[in-house]
């Protein structure tokens, strides 16, 4: 319990990586066209950070925490193969293969994390999926899926991947596990634009809509039965060390009054209160937009599709729930018209 009080109150304090970029970047990717196009990272603070990309380079210094963003101007899209060099101090890191053109994000519960394969917890899989997956040899079509995660307190800030070191390149290899929906929507983008396309999958099967707003979004949209819910089981990180102080002093008193009692009276003596834990499930308030979403609000995209509804099923109040993840994902992107398409369940 001291442990996981340590691990909340650490997250206030900053600290100074080493050189490194942000992980919503690796080769094979694809950056959102038409939108300047900005690197981002780690360094140690006051050294000189240059990035080679494109042909062109720039240079900047990291900041005090050791933060640096270099920004290129905004490309059309392009069958162009592009790398890209960050130097530091004689450190270097060179992602190559990478594309410019439209990237989106799907999102939802089960109906958008089935594969195209027979890889699935229930079984399930897209029709003629063997052959869909044989075909699946789309070289311009890169493919990022953003590990399942959970954050309580706050927004992460670093995207994790289920598969692979980072994005990846759409092949009959690994075809099989991307999500279904999102790969013959992407597919049906590339076929008629004719340009590269990036799909970033963070998808959890079985939840609701509500951890996947974020806490501001609920703040925005003025839903305050929400909003007194999320009052009522939040715990902070100074209420959880507070707690594990009093429950650990608590069973340390009831081990001394147990040993002090005569065997038959042991059993009467009652048991201290259970230490009160933040929710850890993937159902609570906020919980995936901070671990799932957050990290990619970084990075440009050109739109959102999302599938989800049957775990809100019933309930009256999804209207509005709908509507606060779309005006809160346009926020957090910073784009009022960022598309948001929808399947109706």
């Given at each position: 319990?001291?442990?996981?009080?340590?691990?909340?109150?650490?997250?206030?304090?900053?600290?100074?990586?080493a050189f490194s970029l942000d992980p919503v970047f690796s080769s094979n990717m694809v950056l959102?066209?038409?939108?300047?196009?900005?690197?981002?990272?780690?360094?140690?603070?006051?050294?000189?950070?240059?990035?080679?990309?494109?042909?062109?380079?720039?240079?900047?210094?990291?900041?005090?925490?050791?933060?640096?963003?270099?920004?290129?101007?905004?490309?059309?899209?392009?069958?162009?193969?592009?790398?890209?060099?960050?130097?530091?101090?004689?450190?270097?890191?060179?992602?190559?293969?990478?594309?410019?053109?439209?990237?989106?994000?799907?999102?939802?519960?089960?109906?958008?994390?089935?594969?195209?394969?027979?890889?699935?917890?229930?079984?399930?899989?897209?029709?003629?999926?063997?052959?869909?997956?044989?075909?699946?040899?789309?070289?311009?079509?890169?493919?990022?899926?953003?590990?399942?995660?959970?954050?309580?307190?706050?927004?992460?800030?670093?995207?994790?991947?289920?598969?692979?070191?980072?994005?990846?390149?759409?092949?009959?290899?690994?075809?099989?596990?991307?999500?279904?929906?999102?790969?013959?929507?992407?597919?049906?983008?590339?076929?008629?634009?004719?340009?590269?396309?990036?799909?970033?999958?963070?998808?959890?099967?079985?939840?609701?809509?509500?951890?996947?707003?974020?806490?501001?979004?609920?703040?925005?949209?003025?839903?305050?039965?929400?909003?007194?819910?999320?009052?009522?089981?939040?715990?902070?990180?100074?209420?959880?060390?507070?707690?594990?102080?009093?429950?650990?002093?608590?069973?340390?008193?009831?081990?001394?009054?147990?040993?002090?009692?005569?065997?038959?009276?042991?059993?009467?003596?009652?048991?201290?209160?259970?230490?009160?834990?933040?929710?850890?499930?993937?159902?609570?308030?906020?919980?995936?937009?901070?671990?799932?979403?957050?990290?990619?609000?970084?990075?440009?995209?050109?739109?959102?599709?999302?599938?989800?509804?049957?775990?809100?099923?019933?309930?009256?109040?999804?209207?509005?729930?709908?509507?606060?993840?779309?005006?809160?994902?346009?926020?957090?992107?910073?784009?009022?018209?960022?598309?948001?398409?929808?399947?109706?369940?």
């Open positions: 319990m001291k442990k996981l009080a340590l691990l909340f109150l650490s997250l206030a304090l900053p600290l100074f990586a959102q066209q038409k939108a300047p196009i900005a690197f981002f990272g780690q360094a140690t603070p006051g050294a000189t950070v240059t990035v080679d990309f494109a042909g062109n380079t720039l240079a900047t210094i990291a900041d005090f925490q050791g933060g640096w963003r270099i920004v290129f101007p905004a490309r059309e899209a392009s069958h162009d193969v592009l790398s890209v060099t960050i130097s530091s101090e004689g450190e270097k890191i060179e992602l190559a293969n990478i594309l410019i053109g439209d990237v989106w994000l799907c999102s939802g519960q089960s109906n958008m994390e089935m594969p195209i394969g027979k890889a699935f917890k229930r079984g399930w899989s897209a029709q003629n999926c063997e052959e869909e997956v044989a075909n699946a040899n789309y070289p311009e079509i890169r493919y990022a899926d953003q590990k399942n995660r959970l954050s309580y307190l706050k927004p992460r800030q670093d995207a994790t991947y289920d598969f692979g070191d980072g994005w990846v390149v759409c092949t009959p290899d690994i075809a099989h596990k991307f999500s279904a929906t999102a790969y013959f929507f992407i597919r049906k983008i590339y076929l008629d634009l004719k340009i590269p396309c990036g799909l970033i999958n963070a998808t959890w099967s079985g939840t609701r809509i509500q951890p996947w707003i974020s806490r501001e979004g609920y703040e925005n949209a003025n839903l305050q039965k929400e909003l007194d819910d999320i009052a009522a089981k939040t715990i902070t990180a100074t209420t959880v060390a507070q707690h594990t102080a009093e429950h650990t002093k608590a069973v340390e008193e009831y081990k001394k009054k147990l040993a002090e009692l005569p065997e038959d009276e042991k059993k009467n003596l009652k048991e201290p209160a259970r230490l009160r834990l933040p929710p850890s499930d993937a159902q609570f308030f906020s919980n995936l937009y901070n671990g799932m979403v957050a990290p990619w609000t970084k990075l440009p995209i050109k739109g959102v599709i999302w599938y989800q509804g049957c775990s809100n099923a019933g309930v009256k109040r999804y209207y509005l729930l709908h509507k606060a993840v779309i005006a809160d994902w346009r926020q957090k992107w910073n784009s009022p018209a960022l598309p948001f398409i929808l399947v109706q369940l």
